[in-house]
């Protein structure tokens, strides 16, 4: 694949939840190498304050984020996508525009973190954990020497990528149940914490280690998948 900056869209029903916090992902952790966007096939017009309330918690610029309809990115003027990545299971399964350049394609499955809890803390935590996870998949992704697949090789990769699963070290479970406890007026310096100690990529070397060789670490975190929209 060429040397270049690769254009990655992250698709999600309502582009409002998942697919903004995997734009900001990779935007931060792929700086130079890769460019992301966000769409939906049936936006909700506003991205969730819960999620970009952590972003902002975690250092992120958050003013550019809206939620927009995928067909922004199938005209002539739309920058060309080398990847296109859904990150719930009813956009996976809806008909999806032609894409310029033939991208591309993989789903990684992410519960909505907006389908859960009944308070703004609740929410806050389960934000969280779909950051966590999308953290994760973004890390292994933008570690790929994508340069030097072919597309074979890189539609594999892409796949194994998506299959990844969190694992928990019992350091990182230690500072989840610090972020549990807190009242929603501390949360922000307990998101800092999260970010400056573990980097919310809750996964070990060992982890990426065998990711790299095709052995993806076990989910030892659940949370309930209640419909995709974000």
Known sequence: ?????????????????????????????????FKAFSAGSQPKGVPNPAGLGLLAELGYDTSH????????????????????????DSAAGESCPVWPGHPLRAHWGIPDPADVGDTDAERRVAFL???????????AFVNLPVEALDLDSMKQELERTGRYRVRLTR??????????RVSIARQADAAAVLHARSGLLIMDQAALDGHRFGRPGPDTHRTSARGGAG
């Open 1 to 33: 694949m060429p040397d270049t900056i690769q254009h990655v869209l992250f698709v999600c029903t309502g582009n409002s939840a998942r697919s903004i916090l995997a734009e900001a992902l990779i935007n931060r952790e792929g700086r130079g190498r």
């Open 65 to 88: 984020f809206r939620s927009k309809s995928w067909t922004e990115f199938n005209g002539p003027d739309a920058p060309q996508m080398d990847f296109i990545i859904t990150v719930c």
């Open 129 to 139: 954990e779909a950051y966590r996870r999308l953290s994760a998949r973004v890390t």
């Open 171 to 180: 350091e990182s479970d230690a500072y989840v149940a610090l972020y549990r």
